[in-house]
């Protein structure tokens, strides 16, 4: 998933949509980010949210949604280190709603809720829906939780009876975080799926590279440009896990107890990753020079698992998707818009006229 971003240079509309306050000057730069899904894209503009998904006939299918910011509405979620934790997991839930939406249009199934589900939501009073997102995010966090941390700080806890030095025992820790990801990536890019789910990751990039350069959204331009985007989510957990290491040492339990060290990460997490995003946006604006270049060195060197090369296919479906997160008019190509394909034969000419049963012909 790639973070929210305010280009450095480029990627002006000739023809700005109208989008938040601050960017209701003509030459000022929009936001843009987006993120891989089944067969598609999901792209995040200033005021819109758009997914296109290439359906089993070839079309491409586009849903647009209104997007909300929960600062506007409580402001001191828009504060820093607060922000990065408040955007990590809107996006979160954003993205396992817009994957379980891909694999419903790429599939053409759709998935019910089961009965447990439906009595559980109705109790709280909430969509079925919407508590069946809600448990699949705090799974997802769960998981991710429990095998890239506290896991890690388990083995940690039994370093620390054979190395006392702190610093030590935390970079152990950290590299061995690192290493658990990278396995773990690796091991679920092998699945078919997956790949090619990595394969639009890389349009996606392409795409947001080409809108941030300010050339024309073709897939010929697109196709130009590298798949190793430095404000990735992948960069954005690569950084987090260099970060854990200075915080943990810093401010996190030291104890040889592992349920010492493992309440001490999981408090620690949240400022963790508020601290990991703003470093994330600052190299996202910051001046190339060579410290910051090695700084997104590892980032980048992730993505070589994460993001493969698109076909222009798969590009299309990620400009369709830019376009529309953008206000762009007419973001479906003619040949690939059902919508289009159902009103051109709509439009065509009835066949002549058959006469009634028991007239001449």
Partial sequence: MKQENTPKKGGVLKTPPKTTDRNQ????????????????????????????????????????KPRKYLSKKYPILGWPIIRGVVNFVTQLYVGMKT???????????????SEFEK??????????????????????LAMAIGLFFLLPTAIES???????????????????????????????????EIHRVFMYHGAEHKSIFCFENGKPLTVANAQAFTTYHPRCGT???????????L???????????????????????????????????????????????????????????TTAQPTDDMVEVALVSLKAALGM????????????????EAAQPAGPEQPADGDNA
């Fill in 25 to 64: 000057d003509s030459s000022a730069c929009v936001s843009v980010g987006g993120q891989a899904v089944m067969e598609g894209v999901m792209m995040m503009g200033p005021e819109k949210i758009a997914l296109a998904v290439r359906r089993p006939d070839g079309k491409i299918e586009l849903r647009l």
């Fill in 99 to 113: 994957l379980t939406e891909s694999a419903e249009i790429s599939t053409g199934e759709t998935e019910e809720p």
């Fill in 119 to 140: 009595k559980l939501a109705k109790a709280l009073h909430i969509k079925a829906e919407s508590l069946t997102m809600g448990l699949a995010v705090v799974l997802a």
């Fill in 158 to 192: 039994l370093f620390k009876r054979f190395i006392p030095s702190r610093t030590v025992t935390n970079l152990l820790g950290g590299l061995l975080r690192m290493a658990l990801f990278l396995v773990y990536v690796w091991l679920v890019s092998r699945l078919k």
């Fill in 235 to 245: 960069s954005f957990i690569v950084i987090v896990f260099v970060i854990s290491i």
């Fill in 247 to 305: 915080v943990f040492t810093l401010l996190g339990s030291d104890s040889t107890n592992v349920f010492a060290r493992m309440g001490s990460r999981l408090l620690l997490l949240p400022l963790t990753a508020g601290v990991s995003y703003e470093i994330l946006k600052w190299l996202g604006r910051a001046e190339d020079t060579p410290v910051v270049r090695a700084l997104k060195w590892p980032g980048l060197m992730v993505q070589h698992i």
């Fill in 329 to 344: 008019p007419n973001p479906i190509p003619k040949q690939y818009d059902p919508d289009y394909a159902k009103a051109d």
